[in-house]
């Protein structure tokens, strides 16, 4: 192993574990890590550029406009006080109307931004009932990544594979991904109603309270609803067809976002842009910087090639070792520089023998996902609803999660295993 490549490794491995301690702001650290790998030449600024995945970022920053936009009208805090109405204002069925409708809406518009909308206005709800948010929480975080699983635009991880894997189409992913994410979260719901059950009992005056409520005035702006929805249905319907028009989903997501924009007026660009998450967008921009230090020393060619070694290029052996790797690395990592990581590797694989890749990428995806369910830091979308939650006086903790996100993760994985082994390698 040359200098340069040590060098590469040194750094990464620094990054990563001041990531992962979050004692300094992850997108500070990712940046800084990718500016040192151009500064001493690991890579030069062009082939850096290179490696920076644009569709990935203009995926993320089309559906953030395209949400933020919609927040405004009140479809979201409509929705989750229809739900409640329609659950009779019984805990147990607002915590199961809630953590569907979180599922649904981070398969189709990504788990943070749901989870975003979805907080406050829950926290809002145990409020008027008097009980504790916990359950609700924690079975939204699950929720959010087991929904992100489902579709390309779902999870950062499934974004990041589907634009590494041009092959893997937005309806690849809902129809590889769609049906393990519905079984598992039919799973894991029972299991949600038997473990939190006692603390979700409520008096009948607060029931009333919500039952009281007037979903149909948290609409604020109906014409901007229905601009908000015709552009989401065209974006979508884009999605499911970028392949046959050959474009790129990022393509597809940005031109969503700014018809919008066109619709409902350039006085709300501004504000639009201001709520685009740009650490998000620069976190990865550091990280596809950090990893290309990698991939250009050799050093992911290496790693794929030691894997295919333990292996022995077995496709069985190589999913299964992929799926379980993935899910514990991204329950205790975050599941994004993980997965950074573990493209370029996955590709060198390819390279060397592999011939069917796609039981590999789907292994990643599920394992990367649904491994983000194991820990409070396991996925982007667990850390915003526990900044959340903690701001309005209901701090998750680290260990208090982790006795009901471990074992269910698990349990998901496990299945998980199954599903991969009978639909691809049998």
């Not at 739900?83 to 979180?102: E, W």
């Not at 970028?242 to 940005?254: I, K, N, P, R, Y």
């Not at 050799?298 to 052996?317: M, Q, Y």
């Not at 023998?353 to 983000?372: F, R, T, Y």
Request: with cysteine.
């Amino acid at each position: 192993m040359d200098q340069q490549a040590i060098w590469a490794i040194g750094i990464f491995l620094v990054i990563y574990a001041l990531i992962i301690s979050e004692k300094v702001h992850r997108t500070i650290v990712a940046m800084i890590g990718g500016l040192l790998m151009v500064a001493l030449g690991i890579v030069d600024q062009e082939t850096a550029i290179h490696h920076i995945d644009f569709n990935t970022l203009g995926l993320l920053i089309g559906m953030m406009i395209i949400v933020s936009i919609t927040a405004e009208t009140g479809l979201f805090r409509f929705i989750a006080v229809w739900a409640a109405k329609k659950s009779k204002g019984k805990p147990v069925h607002i915590l199961i109307s809630l953590l569907l409708i979180t599922a649904v809406c981070s398969a189709f518009l990504d788990n943070v931004t749901t989870v975003l909308l979805m907080v406050p206005v829950t926290l809002s709800i145990t409020r008027q009932l008097r009980i504790s948010p916990y359950p609700f929480l924690i079975t939204q975080i699950m929720a959010s990544n087991i929904g992100g699983t489902a579709t390309l635009i779902g999870d950062p991880p499934n974004i990041m594979i589907g634009s590494a894997a041009k092959e893997l189409t937005f309806l690849a992913f809902i129809t590889n991904l769609g049906p393990i994410a519905f079984i598992i979260l039919a799973v894991n719901i029972p299991i949600f109603v038997l473990l939190f059950r006692k603390q979700m009992i409520v008096k009948p005056e607060l029931t009333k309270v919500i039952m009281e409520m007037d979903a149909k005035e948290l609409i604020t702006e109906h014409k901007m609803l229905y601009k908000c929805l015709s552009v989401l249905a065209l974006t979508m319907l884009g999605f499911f067809l970028h392949q046959a028009l050959h474009l790129e989903s990022a393509t597809v997501a940005l031109a969503g976002g700014f018809l919008l924009l066109l619709m409902t007026g350039e006085h709300r660009m501004e504000e639009a842009f201001t709520k685009v998450e740009w650490a998000t967008i620069f976190f990865f921009v550091g990280l596809f910087v950090l990893v290309s230090g990698l991939i250009e020393t050799g050093v992911i060619e290496s790693l794929a090639e030691h894997a295919i070694e333990v292996t022995d290029g077995n496709p069985v052996a190589a999913s299964m070792l992929i799926l379980w790797l993935s899910a514990i690395a991204s329950a205790f990592l975050d599941n994004i520089p993980f997965v950074a990581t573990m493209i370029p590797m996955i590709q060198d694989m390819g390279s060397m023998g592999v011939s069917n890749l796609e039981p590999l990428w789907w292994s990643l995806a599920l394992g990367a996902c649904l491994g983000g369910n194991g820990t409070l830091i396991g996925a982007s979308a667990n850390l915003i609803v526990a900044q959340l939650s903690g701001k309005e006086g209901y701090p998750i903790k680290f260990m208090s999660y982790f006795k009901y996100g471990f074992p269910l993760m698990l349990l998901s994985i496990a299945i998980s295993s199954v599903y991969i082994y009978v639909r691809y390698l049998i």
